[in-house]
């Protein structure tokens, strides 16, 4: 008897989903932005399934939906489509404006992260070189400190202000969360709605509005 192999890539996962609902999951081509929710579709659907675990399922879906092609497939008046390819819903201009937020962001990231690399690369610089870039460097702080210390006063005020207009948030107790409780997840320096779907422990699964899983903590979880 053929034993099956454990996928534990999230790789492997994706291909093994693209191969099981092809209406729904592709490896290349075009991409279809997926249901809210299906995760539990698919949790349903793969149950009894020794190959794909619920926590390697959940990992390989947050990466699918977090990559630049599946992003830039998030536009509004496209329609979402369940495990079998139907179409459910349409996507909205704030789910598409999030997708698109998110890809710039992702984006942005990686050009920096290359830039750093390049920098790295740079050949060592000669000694009348790198006086010359020192001397460059200096005219360049003497420039930046006189600009800073203009626009100093207008910053401060800026700052304060933007800091009494956010509204605090108010930490939730462990013991009040549930799976589909409203909260507020905090991501970066932008709390975002989010919707619980799945709680394991510390490990907290919510859903955003855009239709994205993720994994936080208690401690990024509001109300």
Known sequence: METEIKRTSTKDIIAYLAEKF???????????????GIFQDLAEKLDGDET???????????????????LKSV???VFRVD???????????EQANYASKTLKESQEKFGNKKATDND????????????????Q??????????????FKTVKSVKSSTVKKDAAPLKPVESAT????????????????NATITDISGNDISVQLDSGMVIKTQMQNIYS
């Open 177 to 192: 969360i549930k799976v589909g409780s409203h909260v507020k997840v905090q991501l970066g320096n932008t709390p975002m």
């Open 120 to 135: 790295n690369k740079k050949p060592y610089k000669t000694k009348e070189g790198s006086k010359a870039s020192d001397n």
């Open 75 to 77: 536009k509004q008046g």
């Open 137 to 150: 460097k200096s005219h360049d702080k003497k420039r930046n400190a006189a600009k800073s210390a203009k």
């Open 83 to 93: 495990i079998d390819g139907n179409e459910i819903a349409e996507i909205d201009e």
């Open 22 to 36: 092809p209406q729904c999951f592709s490896i290349k081509g075009p991409v279809k932005p997926l249901k809210i």
């Open 52 to 70: 794909v675990s619920k926590t390697r399922l959940r990992q390989a879906l947050r990466h699918y939906t977090s990559s630049w092609r599946y």
